[in-house]
């Protein structure tokens, strides 16, 4: 197939709202390489070995623990698999590195936090946006953990608000250096590493510009304590000072006036990675939760027999499955787009970055929804637990303390819900997706006579997927008529953008639960996916359930009279079930599954 015709039939970011995906067209954690289970086995076994078993050290703010652990990961190569070879890294695909940084940070949040700020905000800055001389300096360095890198974008004023930062950058007479002056804070890896991605402002422009700073304590930099945190303990977060600090015009990263977008660009692939690197932790909590469940016994019963239980240990697995294959899928969709991009004659530097970009929408999704998904995983992973749960002796209470900060750095939860909604409809509105078109035919569809017969469900899961498709409308029936109703000043409208997000995220993730089940029913026999096939529909029934929330929220908030009753029948109509699943058994069947386990083994 040549380039144009692979780039139409390629999938593009936010397209999943408008079109059907087959199963066989998803990337699945099944279908990793010999090459990527063989990594994420030496990752796994490195965490097993130097992290595991110092998890309560972790808890003791021992950053120098963090450092070491971070230098041993350079020296296996782990810090260097996005890094291309020529700057000594192993230039490895992207699901291979999201499949790194998955199962380097299911131990503890301290490690997770490091790993990322690192290898993502910290290094990949200068990788997309350096010049050649830059990337030369700097990145075999960090690709190999001789050095480490650290991210300054927050300051005390400016949060959320990123661009509003009061950092400043002053040219000195001669030309050869800029000045920079300004505090930074929440600063990830500030007290072990060795430069600093600053974001400044020079003179009055309209947006902010990136700089490499080397951290030299005697070039006007300094730091503040160690902050006291709810959790990821050992993870180093400082103030930054810098005053008056001399940067060579040489370290300034792309343009000037360029740094938000670098900024921005840089934390749509830390989002993803984020959501990767909350699902092993995920994993172990429930291999920790249902060893638990099965040695703890009360009323002479082991408490894993109790369905209050298996209630937990089924819908804990579930979230992990869904985000699993969501994760996964929308990897394997960047890495298509960037080797397309590279195939038309790209570099490396610009295909990455536009191939992430592409996706920005599925990188914000992902953040969102594992984010909350691990912190009910680790929070019903105490509850399973009792009293015990509560205790610093046993792995879940550190476990849901660092759960908690996923939902705030990266962009807080209610920005990437927001940001989420407001690109698709940049988007729609750019003609990059069509949704006008499909969005007029649910229109058309509410006011139409509805099909009184029942389809053909005989096929695996097409019930299921015949579910999406009405979800789908349901998005496209709310966001539509709130785009038509406020017209620019929709993104005034925070509580719509919300529950539209939400609706967003839901078929998203329950899409990709079902296309992986699916697929691999149909390459491995029914038989051996029913556990998985059960685990799809729980997740489908949940978004149905959720998106009939949002969506009547929605509904009945901003239109009236005639409009908001066709609007209700529609959201009936399109979140009709025409046979339900049995919630209970479907539970049951997983949580029996993940009993025999003794684990999480999907
Ligand atoms: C442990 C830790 C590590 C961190 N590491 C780094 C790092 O390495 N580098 C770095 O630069 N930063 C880092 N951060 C900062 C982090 O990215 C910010 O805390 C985050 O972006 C939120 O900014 P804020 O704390 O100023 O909150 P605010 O922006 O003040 O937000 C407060 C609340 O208001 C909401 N809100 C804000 N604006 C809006 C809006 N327009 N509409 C609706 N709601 C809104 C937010 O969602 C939030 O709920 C870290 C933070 C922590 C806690």
């Not at 965490?47 to 998890?55: S, Y």
């Amino acid at each position: 197939m040549k380039t144009t015709e692979k780039q139409n039939d390629m999938i593009r970011g936010g397209q999943f709202i408008v079109r059907d995906t087959k199963a066989e067209d998803v990337f699945t954690p099944e279908d990793f390489s010999e090459e990527q289970k063989m990594m994420r086995d030496s990752v796994k076994e490195f965490v097993d070995r130097e992290v595991w078993p110092k998890k309560e050290e972790f808890e003791k703010k021992n950053y120098a623990l963090t450092e070491e652990i971070m230098r041993k990961a350079g020296e296996l190569g782990f810090l260097g698999v996005a890094v291309p070879e020529e700057y000594d890294g192993l230039g490895m695909d992207f699901v291979s590195t999201m499949l790194v940084c998955d199962y380097i940070s299911g131990a503890t949040g301290s490690i997770a936090t490091a790993f990322g700020a690192h290898t993502g905000i910290g290094t990949l800055p200068i990788l997309l946006y350096g010049t050649e001389e830059q990337k030369k300096k700097y990145v075999p360095k960090l690709a190999t953990g001789e050095w480490f890198g650290a991210y300054c974008l927050t300051e005390p004023g400016a949060g959320s608000d990123a661009n509003s930062g009061k950092t400043k950058a002053v040219l000195s007479e001669d030309g050869k250096h800029y000045k920079i002056s300004g505090q930074k804070m929440w600063i990830s890896n500030a007290g072990f590493c060795d430069i600093f991605i600053v974001f400044a402002r020079i003179e009055d422009d309209k947006n902010i510009t990136g700089f490499i700073v080397e951290k030299d304590l005697e070039n006007g930099i300094s730091l503040g304590d160690e902050e006291k945190k709810l959790g990821i303990h050992s993870s180093s977060t400082r103030q930054v000072f810098f005053n008056e600090t001399k940067v060579p015009v040489e370290n300034l990263l792309g343009e000037r006036n360029g740094g938000f977008k670098i900024a921005m660009n840089a934390l749509n692939v830390g989002r993803i990675k984020l959501a990767a690197a909350c699902l092993d932790a995920q994993r172990r909590v429930i291999d920790s939760a249902v060893k638990y469940a099965n040695d703890r016994v009360q009323f002479n019963t082991p408490i894993s027999k109790f369905g209050a239980i298996q209630q937990k240990l089924a819908e804990m697995a579930t979230a992990t499955y869904t985000g699993e294959a969501a994760c996964y899928r929308a990897a394997k969709n960047i890495e298509d787009r960037i080797n397309l991009r590279k195939e038309s004659g790209n570099s490396h530097q610009e295909a990455e970055l536009k191939g992430v970009e592409e996706f920005a929408i599925e990188c914000s999704i992902l953040k969102v929804a594992v984010s909350e998904d691990i912190q009910n995983c680790t929070d019903e992973g105490i509850q399973i637990y009792g009293g015990m749960g509560f205790s610093a002796d046993t792995p879940m209470e550190s476990a849901w303390r660092d759960a908690r900060i996923s939902r705030i750095y990266e962009g807080t939860n209610e920005i990437n819900r927001m940001l989420s909604v407001g690109m698709l409809v940049k988007k729609a509105m750019k003609g990059h997706v069509d949704f006008m078109g499909p969005a007029q035919a649910v229109k058309d569809e509410l006011t139409g006579i509805p099909s009184f017969d029942t389809p053909d469900f005989s096929e695996l899961l097409s019930e299921e997927l015949d579910m999406i498709k009405k979800l789908k409308k349901v998005l496209l029936m709310v966001s539509g008529a709130a785009a038509q109703k406020y017209g620019t000043e929709l993104e005034e409208q925070q509580q719509l953008l919300l529950a539209s997000a939400d609706i967003l995220i839901e078929i998203y993730m329950a899409e990709s639960a079902i296309l992986r089940a699916k697929k691999n029913a149909n390459a491995k026999g029914e038989d051996t996916q029913k556990v998985q096939i059960a685990m799809a529909q729980l997740k489908l029934y949940h978004a149905v359930e959720k998106i009939n929330e949002k969506a009547k929220e929605a509904i009945i908030s901003f239109a009236e009279g005639d409009e908001q009753k066709m609007m209700l029948m529609g959201l009936k109509r399109f979140t009709k079930y025409y046979n339900y699943p049995n919630i209970i058994n479907l539970r049951k069947t997983i949580a029996e599954r993940v009993i025999e386990d003794n684990t999480y083994k999907f």
